[in-house]
């Protein structure tokens, strides 16, 4: 299909895109440093997006914005909020709908599971349990639960290149489109904030590159040219998951209140990243910008010392 696209193409992009969920931690903050460092030093635009299509925690998104800025992060227009582009999402899947790219879907999470975890199933991909229904099948659940939109996908994986994995195959299944409250799926709206806002360039967590051909697909499916991708390795907790709140001071402003500066969370984010020029702040990131040098291994987190009176 051919997507539609804006009249006139905006300039080149990359993008941070927080949930406000809550406040950034530092494997946020790392994310985002990272992700304006690339925009700025290829010399495209830089764009803030707040993804609040699913859970919101009152104040977050305000916060989130206020730390970026605290770091030293600049971005290019206003901050765009993702929940006020919904008619424009439901509208692109209304083009996919008309291609005949899309089904209704009536499974639980418990039913889709199951399904997953049989033999030959993909972890964590849907089956395709409701692809083939017949007109009378989805009357009759239609009656049970309202459906789900999903893509009507022609591969089974997809290929994307990424700056720091390299060639990385995986796998594609029929994702939710639209979920069965009526709102657009996270790997609807991602695809179509970044094509039709011109981001060409995406960094986040490299927890998140199994979801890339995915999106990659779609994007290639909608008529969309698809991004670069650089997923930058995480910052895990003392225990080795991901970094969170059970792990102390984590955010900036609990380690403000331990005495530290933004200044000296700059030059922490640096060199988690293999940075190891001193490094005071956002500008000093970029005068040492080296991606290629960059730690290809997850930093763990050590709790901060609280050296507030010292």
């Known amino acids: 299909m051919t ?16 949930s406000p969920s809550g406040d950034l931690h ?6 985002a440093l990272a992700a ?21 925690k009152r104040g977050a998104a ?26 424009v999402f439901l509208d692109r899947v ?14 639980t999470r418990k039913e889709i599971h199951a399904a997953a975890s049989a033999p030959h199933g993909i972890p964590g991909a849907y089956p395709g349990t409701c692809r083939e229904l017949t007109d009378t099948q989805r009357e009759r659940r239609r009656t049970e639960r309202p459906p789900a939109v999903r893509l ?34 996270y790997n609807l709206a991602v695809v179509v904030d970044d094509a039709e806002q011109g981001v060409d360039q995406v960094v986040r967590g490299d927890d998140l590159l199994p979801s890339a051909p995915r999106q990659a697909y779609l994007a290639e ?13 995480l910052v895990l907790g003392p225990s080795g ?12 402003r609990e380690l403000q209140e331990l005495g530290y500066t933004a200044q000296d969370v700059v030059g922490w984010l640096a060199r988690s990243l293999g940075i190891t020029h001193p490094v005071r702040t956002a500008a000093d990131v970029l005068e040492h910008w080296d991606p290629p040098s960059w730690n290809r291994e997850p930093t763990t987190f050590k709790p901060w010392p609280d050296v507030r009176g010292t």
């Not at 709908?97 to 499974?107: R, S």
């Not at 499916?221 to 997923?231: D, I, K, N, Q, T």
């Open 3 to 18: 997507a539609r696209h804006p009249e006139t193409a905006p300039a080149p992009a990359g993008r941070f895109a927080p």
């Open 26 to 31: 530092l494997g946020n903050l790392r994310t």
């Open 36 to 56: 304006w460092g690339f925009a700025r030093a290829t010399g495209r635009r830089f764009l803030l997006r707040v993804e609040d299509l699913d859970r919101v």
């Open 62 to 87: 305000e916060r989130n914005v206020e730390d970026l800025r605290s770091i030293g992060l600049d971005w290019d227009g206003p901050v765009d909020v993702q929940s006020e582009r919904i008619p």
């Open 94 to 107: 209304r083009a996919l709908t008309e291609a005949g790219l899309t089904y209704e879907c009536f499974c």
């Open 152 to 185: 009507r996908a022609g591969v089974r994986e997809f290929t994307v290149h990424d700056s720091f994995a390299g060639e990385f195959t995986g796998a594609v299944d029929d994702m939710v489109l639209v979920r069965n409250d009526g709102t657009p799926a």
């Open 221 to 233: 499916l909608m008529g969309y040219e698809v991004p670069e991708y650089a997923h930058v390795p």
């Open 241 to 252: 998951d991901r970094l969170a709140k059970r792990d102390g001071a984590v955010t900036l």
